[in-house]
């Protein structure tokens, strides 16, 4: 999908094209996906996405697996607390770095981490929700209510700040390799919406 057509999508959406210009390359730059629900995220790069998708959802709610290729080793030590993205959904009908909710992921201390990562009026806030193990499907979920979001997977919860109220409404956010750096080699995860 082309640049122009996904900015006439997201205008939609309700956003302004200075909003968007800034996050297309970040956020679409890569659309890698190997088979139906298997997101790649090919060595160097940061994202893997299949293109725009409007989501309405008072939940969003789906099963995740990762496999070894979660294992990975950033080239500056510091950047290994970094929180990659896996799925979720901007929203309040705005940008993702203005106002969105999903999960979060990252290799750690030879564990995996799953977080809550979400923007608040522009203000990024994660909490660590729990460890996973590789090979292992997980039901991951998103609750959309007032003035909060509640994240569980494994039987864990957390709530985080929202700036609206209502329904979920926004694009779809699939998995980002980073932070500062790029994917080292390809990274495959499992998704299911459920």
């Known amino acids: 999908m082309k640049k122009h057509t996904l900015l006439v999508l997201l205008l939609g959406l309700g956003l302004s094209s200075c909003e968007l210009t800034a996050n297309l390359d970040e956020q679409f730059a890569v659309s890698t996906t190997t088979e139906k629900g298997l997101y790649q995220i090919k060595a160097g790069a940061h994202s893997s996405n299949s293109g725009i998708k409007k989501v309405t959802a008072a939940t969003m ?22 929180i990659n993205k896996l799925y979720g959904l901007s929203d309040c009908n705005s940008e993702h770095h203005t ?13 995996l981490e799953i977080h809550a990562y979400t923007y608040k009026n522009k203000n990024r806030e994660s909490k660590f929700i729990d460890h996973i193990e590789l090979g292992k499907p997980y039901i991951c979920e998103i609750k959309f209510e007032d ?3 509640v994240f569980s997977v494994n039987k864990k919860e957390v709530k985080m700040p929202r700036n609206c109220n209502g329904i979920g409404e926004g694009y ?5 390799f980073g932070g500062d750096e790029v994917a080292p080699h390809d990274i495959n995860i499992k998704v299911r919406d459920l």
């Not at 709610?61 to 970094?82: G, K, L, W």
């Not at 969105?100 to 290799?107: E, I, N, V, Y």
């Not at 779809?172 to 980002?176: R, V």
């Open 61 to 82: 709610r789906f099963e995740v697996t990762f496999d070894s290729t979660a294992i990975y080793q950033t080239v500056n030590p510091d950047n290994q607390a970094d």
């Open 99 to 111: 106002n969105s909710a999903r999960f979060g992921w990252r290799w750690y201390k030879n564990r």
């Open 147 to 149: 003035e909060k979001y």
């Open 172 to 176: 779809q956010l699939y998995p980002y």
